[in-house]
């Protein structure tokens, strides 16, 4: 395991990494400027997703509990703050963090019974979740509008600001989603982080360290149900309206494909994971209505075999490769291989990142 | 009277079908650990193909025929271009191209035949039959004799047949299978192609009773994986006995008890994964390395 | 021509490169062995020869490229792996794991040498339906052997044969593998920690260290050698 890198090249590539982050956020902040009300939408929905991203990466990358369940919260997230807003007049900036802490419960509550369940069947749960996710909804349908949905006013913008209502709501989830990010970080980077890898790679020495695995993993699951119901509540608030078609098995599956795509352990990688799906199946049902989920489908599989870190991995590798960096000796590849945030992902480790779908792994 | 048995029949039917697509799901779990997400889509994309030959004109019979011979040549392919590339690699990647194959072939299949349903025929048709004095559908003793049937060939291949042998020895040790010289990559293509195979048999079993669209196995999929839990997913009897469980129990609560309506049915199979799981992990007939809890 | 020729084998895993440079030839109809301290490759050039590692350089095999060879086609050209551990089907019974020792074979005499090799090893006749994984150690490195056997291999190669074995068993071990060696005309290739005991069984020897043949001769001249003598031999 690594620390932060020291010395020069340290220095340069937390000078890089803070130049690229100003960027971001340049890029970031112009976007609402720069498209039509449309497209702007669709960009809020993305950061409001890698939100929820985040949190599952959390879960699954970090932790290694796989779940195939996350658009269940992120459902919940989305009517808690829809049911406060419509049927009791909650300011929806309020609703935030009680969506959060809504699903906080619901995470630990779930969590609890999935401490007795490993790989293949914490999935076939977490899948069981997902799909039941807009039958349950229908069954409550006196606090939930049933299959006639929600509407939820939008948020206007205050006339001090003068924006436009989109750009204003874009802002709004940016500065939310950048309040998630920023907790996620300090998370990963504690010693609530350090635990999470040490279960995640080896339960056996994590217990002889002290660390009290189902405390671990049921708060792994909390804080991750958690992101998901603030992204749902964020998610929500441009469409200005929830049904249980807007919450398919689809989505559940969406979240796992964005981890994967940006990057399993990584924060960065919720942001292109989170773009990944809002935007690949717009632009291939661009191509053809029909063709687009072949398109989503065959891109998932394409990224599977030539991106398997997901993008954030990529640049780690590039960024590795560069001209001023000596030739790696083996130790420093494997220090590089460390996660962008300084912890190390232990590199190919088939059998326990995730832990395992058992039997499964070394073939 | 009569209708108990008649209501048991066909719920023995129904688990016969949720244990022949369980049966494709558990063949492919135990002979290389990965479940495959996609099996429902590729037995309905089998079945559409069924369909399409059908349309074309060819007898009930030869499209049933032309359909399996096809399935077999469409998993073998799947297993050597899509699946063996990331066999072996990380648990996570490998269920997200299960994932990714389910998305695929489901779109796919609605590319090419569109989103709206149509009918399929039944190789049974609509008669009864009095089996000791009570009328039973010959559609449902056909498909529970189908399932015995294919359970009782399987049995023979893998326990009697040089390729059984190979498939076992497989899934027990691949590198000393290697060493012995099974063709290990081989052996894997066959597995896929004949789980395709038992998947297109459901799916041409399952349609006539419902629409055949591009969503009708999607349900069905989390039945058999509810009778694979419950029959322990390495075992392909427990997949079989388990479907029927699930089937016969389900049709006689739907029946006799009103409290659960048309909507909360799909959690039933989900309580019973989350029953399974809670209390006897490896299910009825698995073995104990399945769980680990 | 010997029966295998390797030279400039270099082999390894991943990033690391176990074998640098290893040269040596086996002669057909002998039992040849490797010796060398642990981590030299040993178990490493036999993967190599195998096909279960990465490798480069030349390997021939009566007269058959080795080099870009599968293991399962080493196996059908007649080269027995019996692995370190032995790697036995645990649970398919004794005669599945002869049956499958087999495999490449099309003839119809499988079951008759199924026959042959449970009445040359009675201790594996007894338990012939038994479950594999439920034999001794030293069962299971018979049954190792036959399953070898079964294929009906012109080369064997074992990895350790030796390995958890009680001593007694050990002897016994190498004196039926020297009978068969010799009744049957098979060249065995053996890998052993054990330089004193195979010394004494095998008619050549090469020594690896560090990822080369260093010496390479008869039993005698090897058992000879002071070098030897005082790192293996505990002399």
């Known amino acids: 395991m690594t620390g932060p890198p020291r010395g020069t090249a340290a220095r340069t590539e937390q000078r890089l990494r803070a130049v690229g982050l100003v960027a971001l956020a340049a890029v970031a902040l112009a976007i609402p400027f720069f498209f039509g009300s449309f497209r702007v939408g669709q960009f809020t929905q993305a950061i409001a997703l890698a939100v929820a991203v985040l949190g599952l990466n959390l879960l699954v990358g970090y932790s290694g509990q796989i779940s195939l369940g996350h658009g269940a919260f992120f459902a919940l997230g989305s009517y808690v703050s829809a049911i406060l807003i419509v049927r009791a007049d909650v300011p929806y900036l309020l609703t935030l963090p009680i969506a959060g802490a809504a699903c906080f419960a619901a995470g630990l509550l779930f969590g609890l019974p999935a401490l007795r369940l490993r790989g293949l069947y914490l999935a076939l749960v977490t899948l069981g979740l997902a799909i039941a996710t807009p039958q349950l909804i229908k069954r409550f349908d006196g606090l939930t509008g049933g299959t006639q949905g929600l509407s939820v006013p939008r948020p206007a913008a205050p006339a001090w600001s003068g924006l436009a209502d989109d750009q204003f709501l874009y802002l709004l989830t940016l500065a939310g989603a950048v309040v998630m990010f920023a907790l996620a970080v300090g998370l990963v980077r504690g010693s609530v982080g350090r635990a999470l890898i040490v279960v995640r790679d080896n339960e056996i020495a994590a217990k002889t360290m002290g660390v009290n695995l189902a405390t671990v993993k049921t708060r792994a699951f909390a804080v991750s149900s958690m992101y998901a119901g603030v992204g749902g509540a964020l998610y929500m608030l441009p469409i200005g309206f929830v049904a249980p078609e807007s919450f398919p098995l689809a989505l559940s599956f969406g979240f796992l494909a964005a981890i994967v795509v940006g990057g399993l352990a990584t924060i960065g990688g919720a942001v292109f994971g989170a773009l990944f799906i809002e935007f690949v199946p717009v632009y291939a049902s661009d191509v053809d209505e029909a063709l687009a989920g072949v398109i989503y489908g065959t891109v998932l599989i394409a990224f599977m075999y030539a991106l398997p870190d997901g993008v954030m991995g990529l640049a780690r590798r590039l960024w590795a490769r560069r001209p001023a960096a000596a030739p790696p000796s083996r130790e420093q590849d494997a220090a590089e291989d460390g996660d962008a945030d300084g912890l190390s992902r232990g590199g190919a480790r088939s059998e326990d990142v995730v832990q395992g779908i058992p039997g499964g792994s070394s073939r | ?293 | 021509m010997s029966l295998l020729e390797v030279q400039d084998l270099e082999a390894g895993y991943g990033p690391v490169t176990v074998l640098r440079d290893v040269s040596f030839a086996v002669e057909e109809g002998r039992i040849e062995t490797i010796l060398g301290p642990n981590g030299a490759g040993k178990t490493t050039t036999l993967r190599a020869l195998s096909g279960m590692v990465r490798r480069r350089g030349r390997m021939v095999f009566d007269g058959h490229d080795l080099t870009r060879a599968p293991p399962d086609r080493v196996a059908r050209l007649g080269i027995a792996h019996v692995p370190e551990g032995r790697g036995t089907f645990t649970e398919f019974t004794v005669e599945e794991n002869l049956r499958v020792g087999a495999y490449p074979r099309r003839d119809r005499q499988v079951g008759a040498d199924v026959t042959r090799w449970l009445r040359r090893f009675p201790a594996l006749a007894e338990r012939r339906r038994q479950r594999a994984g439920s034999l001794s150690g030293g069962e299971q490195q018979m049954l190792a052997v036959a399953r070898a056997l079964m294929l009906r291999p012109r080369l064997i190669l074992l990895d350790e044969p030796s390995l958890g074995l009680a001593p007694l068993v050990t002897r016994e071990l190498f004196s039926i593998l020297e009978g068969i060696a010799r009744d049957e005309g098979v060249t065995l290739l053996v890998v052993e920690q054990n330089a004193n005991l195979v010394l004494r069984f095998a008619d050549h020897a090469h020594v690896l260290e560090a990822g080369r043949v260093v010496l390479s001769g008869t039993a005698a001249e090897i058992g000879a050698d002071d070098g030897i003598r005082r790192s293996y031999l505990g002399d």
């Open chain 2, 1 to 293: 009277m009569e209708r108990v048995v008649q209501v048991i029949v066909d719920g023995w039917a129904t688990g016969s079908l949720y244990g022949a697509l369980a049966l494709a799901v558990v063949l492919i779990y135990r002979s290389t650990g990965i479940v495959n997400f996609a099996q429902g889509e590729m037995a309905m994309f089998s079945t559409f193909g069924a369909w399409a030959l059908l349309e074309a004109g060819l007898p009930l019979a030869l499209a049933l025929l032309g359909t399996l011979v096809l399935s077999f040549l469409g998993g073998m392919l799947i297993e050597r271009v899509i699946v063996r590339p990331v066999e072996g690699g990380e648990v996570l990647t490998v269920v997200i191209v299960t994932l990714g194959l389910f998305i695929l072939i489901n779109s796919g299949a609605g590319w090419i035949w569109g989103f709206g349903n149509r009918s399929f025929p039944s190789v049974f048709g609509d008669g009864t039959l009095a089996v000791a004095g009570v009328s039973v559908a010959v559609e449902s003793l056909g498909i529970v004799a189908v399932l015995i049937a294919i359970v009782a060939l399987l049995f023979v291949v893998s326990q009697r047949t040089r390729l059984g042998l190979a498939m076992r020895a497989v899934a027990m040790n691949p590198d000393s299978s290697r060493l012995v010289g099974i063709s290990v990559g081989r052996t894997l293509m066959v597995g896929w192609g004949i789980a395709a195979v038992v998947g297109a048999v459901a799916g041409a079993l399952i349609a006539p009773r419902l629409f055949l669209d591009v969503n009708f196995m999607g349900g069905v999929l989390i039945y058999s994986f509810a009778a694979a839990t419950l029959g322990g997913f390495d075992s392909p009897l427990g997949a079989v006995i388990g479907g029927w469980i699930i089937g016969i129990a389900e049709n006689l609560a739907g029946t006799y008890v009103d409290f659960i309506g048309a909507d909360l049915k799909i959690l039933v199979p989900l309580g019973v994964i989350l029953v399974v799981l809670l209390f006897r992990p490896t299910g009825l007939f698995g073995s104990a390395g399945v769980a680990r809890a």
